[in-house]
């Protein structure tokens, strides 16, 4: 199975700082049609995870600008600039190019 | 509006099973895949698997795949996840999710299944 090693495990910022969360994938997540498979979740406390970012850097609908994703093969990096307190949460990557489909183990981002 | 609620769990005995079912709405549910997703107290997520629209394909992590089984009735826009042979590693809160061409854009609320005697 393809892992993915998340780092921090977590971050404490003072809101309106820029955060920044790196995965790492065990194998390149490009698939053979050209794309890569990586997104990023956020599961706020209590409640469901929800999409942010699929496809290394297409923000889903709704998404504020400040997420950005971005990254290629195996190393990748969601930037949340001017975090807010609706930011904070544990954040998942997750990728769907191999099978198994795997998830990152996580970084929890808190108020300093 | 898209929902999705998920229903059947609850507290039962090791080695038993349970059958949780995922009841959707505001979306064509026979157009897409859907998939489980898992979270133990405490811990990360864990995918178990998705189906696809007519139950052609279903794919499970290795791990789980003698354990679970999914399956959907387009009729009743409903997704199921049979779980047998039940250990206290599969206590945690079960998830579905619609897949939209790779990602899980919409989540149910989850719901908690416990394994004790």
């Known amino acids: 199975d393809v892992v993915l090693t998340q780092t921090p495990v977590s971050l404490s910022v003072t809101l309106g700082d820029q955060a920044s969360i790196s995965c790492r994938s065990s194998q390149s997540l490009e698939y053979s049609d050209g794309y890569t498979y990586l997104e990023w979740y956020l599961q706020k406390p209590g409640q469901s995870p929800q999409l942010l970012i699929y496809?290394?850097?297409n923000r889903f609908s709704g998404v504020p600008d400040r997420f950005i994703g971005s990254g290629s093969g195996t190393d990748f990096t969601l930037k949340i600039s001017r975090v807010e307190p609706e930011d904070l949460g544990v954040y998942y990557c997750f990728q769907a190019t191999h099978d198994p489909p795997t998830f990152g183990g996580g970084t929890k981002l808190e108020l300093k | 509006e898209v929902k999705l609620v998920e229903s059947g769990g609850g507290l039962v005995q090791p080695g038993r099973s349970l059958k949780l079912s995922c009841a959707a709405s505001?979306?064509?549910?026979?157009?897409?895949?859907m998939g489980w997703v898992r979270q133990a107290p405490g811990k990360g997520l864990e995918w178990i698997g998705e189906?696809?629209?007519?139950?052609?394909?279903?794919n499970y992590t290795p791990s789980l795949k003698d354990k679970f089984t999914i399956s959907r009735d387009n009729a009743q826009n409903t997704l199921y996840l049979q779980m047998s042979k039940l250990g206290s590693e599969d206590t945690a809160i079960y998830y579905c999710?619609?897949?939209?061409?790779?990602?899980?854009?919409?989540w149910g609320q989850g719901v908690m299944v416990t394994v004790s005697s």
């Open positions: 189906i696809n629209q007519d139950s052609s394909t279903i």
């Open positions: 505001g979306f064509s549910f026979n157009d897409y895949w």
């Open positions: 496809e290394v850097s």
């Open positions: 999710a619609r897949d939209d061409d790779g990602y899980y854009s919409w």
